[in-house]
Each structure stands twice: as C-alpha cells, then as structure tokens.
C-alpha cells in the first residue's frame, strides 16, 4: 500500500503565504522522487515543483521560482509545498506526488509529466483573492 495524503490548503489573500505538507505511508521512503502538480478549474493539471532522494536536488516551474520551495523529511516521511508571494493564478487543487526511481542524482532525473509519477494524493485546495 502506497498512500499520501496533502493538508494544509485555504484562502488566502494575494501577497500571502500557504504552507502544504504531504505525509506518505511507503516502505524505502528515500527511493522516492516526489512532486507537487496543481490543477485549476477547465485546466489540465500542470507541473509545480519536484524534490530528488537528495534535498538539494529540487527543480520548479518557472511560474513558481523563487516563490515556491520543495522541501523533505525522511524521519518524518514528509513533503512539504511552502508558498509565498501568492497570487490568484495559483490557485487550485494542488497534488502530491510519488515516482519510484533507481536514479535521483541530478535535476535530469525529476520527471515534470503527469504520467511519469506512479501514486497520487487526493488534493487540498487553495484559493488565493485578489
């Protein structure tokens, strides 16, 4: 069994800051690759940030860099999604994700696609006014 669940979400006003955590029930919680995907209303689900075995392998989308930072805790099987500077093109139902891997050494191992991740969590919202 492979489970993740996301909190954290809620309304916040533009210029604020959210801070998401996905906890994660998984054995081998390191051979993971993890990713946060967002996806707005009548919008595909898109890509927001990814974290390698190592905390200091970390890539973003350019919509989010240098506002948004990945971070994990082994001990605690944890990913963590902190957001600043929000704005309302943000929002939206934000995922965690999970992508088994025999690799994580550089930021050419995390996968930006969908269908490369292998478990998903059910979403926590977060809805930013202007």
């Known amino acids: 069994q492979v489970q993740l669940v996301e909190s954290g979400g809620g309304l916040v006003q533009a210029g604020g800051s959210l801070r998401l955590s996905c906890a994660a029930s998984?054995?081998?919680?390191?051979?993971?690759?993890w990713a946060w995907f967002r996806q707005a209303p009548g919008k595909e689900r898109e890509f927001v940030a990814a974290?390698?075995?190592?905390?200091?392998?970390?890539y973003y989308a350019d919509s989010v860099n240098g506002r948004f930072t990945v971070s994990r805790d082994n001990a605690k099987n944890t990913v963590d999604l902190q957001m600043n500077s929000l704005k309302p093109e943000d929002t939206a139902v934000y995922y965690c994700?999970?992508?088994?891997?025999?690799?994580?050494?550089?930021?050419?191992?995390?996968?930006?696609?969908?269908?490369?991740?292998?478990?998903w969590g059910q979403g926590t919202q977060v809805t930013v006014s202007s």
């Open positions: 998984v054995r081998a919680f390191s051979w993971y690759n």
């Open positions: 974290i390698g075995w190592s905390a200091d392998i970390t």
């Open positions: 994700a999970a992508d088994y891997v025999v690799r994580s050494y550089s930021k050419a191992d995390l996968q930006t696609r969908v269908a490369s991740y292998d478990y």
